[in-house]
C-alpha cells in the first residue's frame, strides 16, 4: 500500500480522475442552479454570477492543470535512486583514476532528451532560474536567439561529479546528426559514435566575461581563443561565455542502454595543462572500462 502511494503514476491517475469528473460536471451545467448549489441562495449566487457565466473559461484552466499535472508527475521526475547511484560511481571513477581530486577533473554524464521537454527545461533553467547569472554574462540574447527545436534531441547533464557544478545548470548540447549541428564536444561524441580526445589551449587567463565579441579581445588573445572554439567544437563566442569550466583537456565516449544503442555521452575534463588523457593509453583503456561499468549500472532497474 505504502509503494502504491509513493508512485507517481499512482497520484497521476488520481488527479486525473479528479479533474476528469470536474470537466464532466461543468459541461452539464445549465443556467438553472444545480447540485450541489440548489440549496442556499449564497450558492445559487455564486453558480449564476461566478460559475456558470465563466464555465469556459473554468474548462480551459482545469484542462490545462490536467496536462500539466500529467506532464510532471508522470514524465518529469527522474529515478532519484538511480540517479544517485550513478553519481557514486562517478565519484568512485573519479577517485580511482585521479584520487578524488574533484577541483581539476571533473566528469559527466549528459543524457540524450527529446525537443519539447528540452524547451521546457530551457525556458525555465536559461530564462527564469538563472537570468541574473546570465545577465552578468551579458549572454542573455544568446540564450532567447538558441531557444530548443521541439523537433530535435539534446544532450542534457544526467549527473556530474567535479567542480565548478550546479545544480540549475543549464548546459545542454545538440544530439548531433550532421557536422553543421555540432556545438560542443559532447555534441561531436555523439555525431562521431566513437571514443574521442581533445587537448585545448589554457585560456582560463583570458578576460572573456567583458567581451561582448571576440573582436573585443587583443589580436593574440583571438588567435588563442579562436583555437580553443575550434578544437573544442564549440561554433558561437557567447556559447564560449556560457561555459563554468574552460578545460583544457576532453575526452568522452558514447553511453550505449541495455539494447546497445546510444542513450547518452560520458565526457571527462580537466583544467590542469600538464595532464593529457590522449597520450596515456593505460588511462583510457581504463577510461572505456570504466564507461561499461557504468552502462551496466544505469541499466538496473530500481
Given at each position: 500500500?505504502?509503494?502504491?502511494?509513493?508512485?507517481r503514476?499512482?497520484?497521476?491517475?488520481?488527479?486525473?480522475a479528479?479533474?476528469?469528473?470536474a470537466?464532466?460536471?461543468?459541461?452539464?451545467l445549465?443556467?438553472s442552479?444545480?447540485?450541489?448549489?440548489?440549496?442556499?441562495?449564497?450558492?445559487?449566487?455564486?453558480?449564476?454570477?461566478l460559475?456558470?457565466?465563466?464555465?469556459?473559461?473554468?474548462?480551459?484552466?482545469?484542462?490545462?492543470?490536467?496536462?500539466?499535472?500529467?506532464?510532471?508527475?508522470?514524465?518529469?521526475?527522474?529515478?532519484?535512486?538511480?540517479?544517485?547511484?550513478?553519481?557514486?560511481?562517478?565519484?568512485?571513477?573519479?577517485?580511482?583514476?585521479?584520487?578524488?581530486?574533484?577541483?581539476?577533473?571533473?566528469?559527466?554524464?549528459?543524457?540524450?532528451?527529446?525537443?519539447?521537454?528540452?524547451?521546457?527545461?530551457?525556458?525555465?533553467?536559461?530564462?527564469?532560474?538563472?537570468?541574473?547569472?546570465?545577465?552578468?554574462?551579458?549572454?542573455?540574447?544568446?540564450?532567447?536567439?538558441?531557444?530548443?527545436?521541439?523537433?530535435?534531441?539534446y544532450?542534457?547533464?544526467?549527473?556530474?561529479?567535479?567542480?565548478?557544478y550546479?545544480?540549475?545548470?543549464?548546459?545542454?548540447f545538440?544530439?548531433?546528426?550532421?557536422?553543421?549541428?555540432?556545438?560542443?564536444?559532447?555534441?561531436?561524441?555523439?555525431?562521431?559514435?566513437?571514443?574521442?580526445?581533445?587537448?585545448?589551449?589554457?585560456?582560463s587567463?583570458?578576460?572573456?566575461?567583458?567581451?561582448k565579441?571576440?573582436?573585443?579581445?587583443?589580436?593574440?588573445?583571438?588567435?588563442?581563443?579562436?583555437?580553443?572554439?575550434?578544437?573544442?567544437?564549440?561554433?558561437?563566442?557567447?556559447?564560449?561565455?556560457?561555459?563554468?569550466?574552460?578545460?583544457?583537456?576532453?575526452?568522452?565516449?558514447?553511453?550505449?542502454?541495455?539494447?546497445?544503442?546510444?542513450?547518452?555521452?560520458?565526457?571527462?575534463?580537466?583544467?590542469?595543462?600538464?595532464?593529457?588523457?590522449?597520450?596515456?593509453?593505460?588511462?583510457?583503456?581504463?577510461?572505456?572500462?570504466?564507461?561499461?561499468?557504468?552502462?551496466?549500472?544505469?541499466?538496473?532497474?530500481?
Open positions: 500500500m505504502l509503494t502504491l502511494l509513493r508512485s503514476k499512482f497520484w497521476a491517475s488520481v488527479f486525473s479528479l479533474l476528469t469528473l470537466l464532466w460536471y461543468l459541461q452539464m445549465t443556467p442552479p444545480i447540485w450541489p448549489f440548489s440549496d442556499k441562495e449564497v450558492s445559487c449566487t455564486v453558480y449564476k454570477e460559475i456558470f457565466p465563466y464555465k469556459v473559461e473554468i474548462g480551459i484552466f482545469i484542462a490545462v492543470v490536467l496536462l500539466l499535472t500529467n506532464f510532471a508527475l508522470n514524465w518529469v521526475p527522474p529515478n532519484r535512486k538511480k540517479k544517485k547511484l550513478i553519481k557514486c560511481v562517478l565519484k568512485e571513477i573519479l577517485f580511482q583514476l585521479f584520487g578524488g581530486d574533484t577541483y581539476h577533473n571533473r566528469i559527466t554524464l549528459f543524457q540524450q532528451k527529446n525537443g519539447f521537454e528540452t524547451l521546457f527545461v530551457y525556458i525555465w533553467k536559461c530564462l527564469i532560474v538563472n537570468l541574473r547569472h546570465h545577465m552578468k554574462k551579458q549572454c542573455v540574447g544568446y540564450y532567447i536567439k538558441n531557444i530548443p527545436s521541439p523537433f530535435k534531441k544532450l542534457h547533464i544526467y549527473a556530474r561529479e567535479g567542480q565548478p550546479s545544480k540549475g545548470t543549464s548546459t545542454i545538440t544530439a548531433a546528426c550532421t557536422d553543421k549541428e555540432v556545438d560542443g564536444f559532447a555534441s561531436l561524441i555523439w555525431l562521431r559514435q566513437s571514443p574521442l580526445h581533445v587537448k585545448l589551449p589554457d585560456i587567463n583570458i578576460d572573456l566575461k567583458n567581451a565579441r571576440i573582436e573585443d579581445l587583443s589580436k593574440n588573445n583571438q588567435t588563442i581563443v579562436k583555437k580553443y572554439m575550434r578544437f573544442g567544437k564549440i561554433t558561437d563566442f557567447n556559447k564560449l561565455k556560457t561555459l563554468h569550466r574552460l578545460s583544457t583537456n576532453l575526452w568522452g565516449t558514447p553511453v550505449l542502454d541495455e539494447n546497445q544503442e546510444m542513450c547518452g555521452v560520458l565526457v571527462f575534463d580537466d583544467n590542469n595543462p600538464n595532464q593529457t588523457f590522449g597520450a596515456n593509453n593505460d588511462l583510457n583503456e581504463r577510461l572505456i572500462g570504466y564507461t561499461r561499468i557504468l552502462e551496466k549500472t544505469s541499466a538496473i532497474k530500481l
